[in-house]
């Protein structure tokens, strides 16, 4: 079993930067994908970001590329993903996820385990 704890979300004005963390428990971090997600009000839970376990090979929706970067640390079983150039759009509560398979999944039914959620809010 894998528990997910995200931090680093908050209220920041359009054009701003956050860095949001995602901290695993259990000793098969290393071998897991990585995902982020978020949900808007009343919209689906949707793919931002993805790294597959050594972080050699990540992939974005388009509507984040460009201005979000995903990374890991395997040492410290964290993931995180940098927000920059931050616009009202991007407004949701952001949800880290694990994959005990290979690859960089984009769907929400390859994750396996997924964290509680962080509030990102973007001010115009």
């Known amino acids: 079993q894998v528990q997910l704890v995200e931090s680093g979300g908050g209220l920041v004005q359009a054009g701003g930067s956050l860095r949001l963390s995602c901290a695993a428990s259990g000793r098969m971090f290393s071998s897991y994908a990585m995902g982020w997600f978020r949900q808007a009000p009343g919209k689906e839970r949707e793919f931002v970001a993805t790294?597959?376990?050594?972080?050699?090979?990540?992939y974005y929706a388009d509507s984040v590329k460009g201005r979000f970067t995903i990374s890991r640390d395997n040492a410290k079983n964290t993931v995180y993903l940098q927000m920059n150039s931050l616009k009202p759009e991007d407004t949701a509560v952001y949800y880290c996820?694990?994959?005990?398979?290979?690859?960089?999944?984009?769907?929400?039914?390859?994750?396996?385990?997924w964290g509680q959620g962080t509030q990102v809010t973007v001010s115009s």
């Open positions: 790294i597959n376990w050594s972080g050699g090979n990540t």
């Open positions: 996820a694990a994959d005990r398979n290979f690859g960089i999944p984009t769907t929400r039914e390859r994750y396996d385990y």
